[in-house]
């Protein structure tokens, strides 16, 4: 099929590459000239394992190209995907001044029957305000697709090639049987529905997914009053089939460009339907506070006094194996650490670049490694779970720390790692490793 994606985020780059990766003719625009020019060059704007190779054997084999020039794409395709953004405004409804302009700029451009389809996560009832905007502007017949996306950043190309599901949101059948001959070759499982519930299958899949992780983050930290151990509870959990194992692990809290925005956003579209999601708010609220188990412990164990202290941080993206740091916990945490007069220290693998383009430089020693970082620091917290990180040799660790304090805000280390260490070690939800202050469990 000809196929044009608009929008060369996450959603959109990861999802023209696979389109083009499984024989279709794709053509990528983005109205950014920069991003166009270095996709042309063989760049990516982001990073995620394997997409620039991936994109490049697609680009060779001709299946795949890049351009600014909206309308001529449109005029080639008869699939359009829209994957721009819809960033939450200050309320937390989604923006979507972006998709709006895009749905206008189609019509203008078409020169025919078109399926239009919107990846981009909308609010119920989206597709069908851009399908009058497009007929308010354009005599040409076309078809309106809900075509959800799912796919996870660092795993995306993974996601998108071998998705658990495809969820199609159609009112014209003929459509969607070309978007199911579309998808065909990633899966059989493909769910065809109306147009609103696909809007709405986004939002809760997100929604269940946080409040699974926001689940065990409480669960968590009752253990570590209680005495018992979070990995274990979340693995024994997890062999219920009604339950499952995945998203059951605690932490510092979800972050990052989706379960933030959407949950907010799906607050916002219960509330305008007069319908108080008083579940979800407690996830959020739960999250938020999450993110505050790091800061509590350092607090513990300087009893109350941070002001003056060096702490290191390892981990700035939001989650391993992506530059994104939207929504990521360590920017909270390192704010307040600074807000204390604590100096920081602070180091990632791949999103410092990232991360201070949205912090800022000014405050935070910036650090070239992770050993680099821990240099003479009263306590290093690890906030994001990189591999590079659970490698490092912990004697070597424990020697360039003043203090041997390591706060692991994601469960990275396990007990066998800290035998013959001398680590004060703090984790999450497992009280039997938090090697330290000995607080006597409660009587049962
Ligand atoms: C998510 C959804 O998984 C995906 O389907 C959707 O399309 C976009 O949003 P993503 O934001 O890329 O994907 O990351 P994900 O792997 O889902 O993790 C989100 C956050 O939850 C991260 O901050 C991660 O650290 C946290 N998390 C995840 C946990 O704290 N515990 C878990 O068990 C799983």
């Known amino acids: 099929m000809n196929i044009t994606v608009i929008g060369t985020g996450y959603v959109g780059l990861v999802s023209g590459v696979c389109y083009a990766e499984i024989g279709n003719q794709v053509i990528c ?11 042309n060059a063989g760049e990516i704007p982001i990073y995620e394992p394997g997409l620039k190779e991936l994109a490049a054997v697609n680009r060779t084999a001709g299946k795949l190209s890049f351009t600014g020039d909206l309308a001529s794409a ?16 200050p309320n937390g409804e989604a923006n979507l001044a972006f998709i709006d302009q895009v749905a206008l700029e189609i019509a203008e451009a078409m020169n025919g029957h078109k399926i239009i389809a919107v990846k981009s996560t909308v609010p119920v009832g989206t597709n069908e305000r851009l399908a009058q905007l497009i007929r308010s502007r354009t005599n040409h017949d076309f078809d309106s697709i809900s075509l959800p996306e799912f796919l996870r950043e ?78 274990k509870v979340a693995e024994g959990m997890g062999h219920d089939k009604r339950i499952g194992p995945s998203f059951l692990k605690a932490g510092i809290g979800y972050g990052g460009s989706c379960f933030p925005k959407d949950t ?52 700035l993206a939001f989650k391993p194996n992506t530059d994104d740091v939207r929504d990521s916990p360590a920017l909270e945490i390192i704010q307040h650490l600074v807000d204390q007069g604590v100096k920081v220290k602070a180091y990632d693998p791949i999103a410092m670049d990232s991360f201070q383009a949205l912090f800022g430089k000014d405050g935070v020693e910036w650090c070239s490694s992770a050993l680099e970082t821990a240099q003479d620091a009263d306590a290093l917290c690890l906030l994001t779970e990189w591999d590079e990180f659970a490698s490092v040799d912990l004697l ?30 703090y984790s999450v939800g497992r009280p039997n490793l938090n090697q330290g202050v000995k607080q006597p469990m409660p009587v049962l």
């Open 29 to 39: 625009v983005d109205k950014d000239p920069r991003k166009i020019e270095m996709l």
């Open 74 to 89: 449109v005029r080639q395709s008869d699939v359009i995907i829209i994957a721009v953004g819809t960033p939450p405004l």
């Open 154 to 231: 660092g795993s995306a190309i993974e996601d998108t090639l071998h998705p658990d599901r495809i969820v199609i949101g159609a009112e014209c059948q003929s459509a969607a049987d070309t978007m199911v001959q579309l998808h065909k070759p990633l899966t059989e499982q493909i769910v065809v529905t109306d147009i609103r519930s696909a809007e709405m299958i986004k939002y809760a899949s997100n929604a269940f997914l946080a409040t699974k992780i926001s689940f065990i983050n409480e669960i968590a930290n009752i253990c570590e009053k209680v005495g018992a151990d979070v990995t």
């Open 264 to 315: 907010s956003a799906l607050i916002q579209i219960a509330g305008h339907v007069d319908y108080e999601f008083k579940l979800l708010r407690s996830v959020v609220e739960v999250n938020q506070d999450q993110r505050f188990n790091v800061i509590r412990k350092l607090e513990t164990i300087f009893h109350g006094e941070l002001k003056g202290k060096t702490v290191a941080v390892w981990g």
């Open 396 to 425: 070597r660790l424990q020697n360039v720390l003043k203090q041997p304090i390591l706060i692991d805000g994601r469960n990275v280390f396990k007990e066998e790692n800290l035998l013959g260490t001398d680590f004060i070690y």
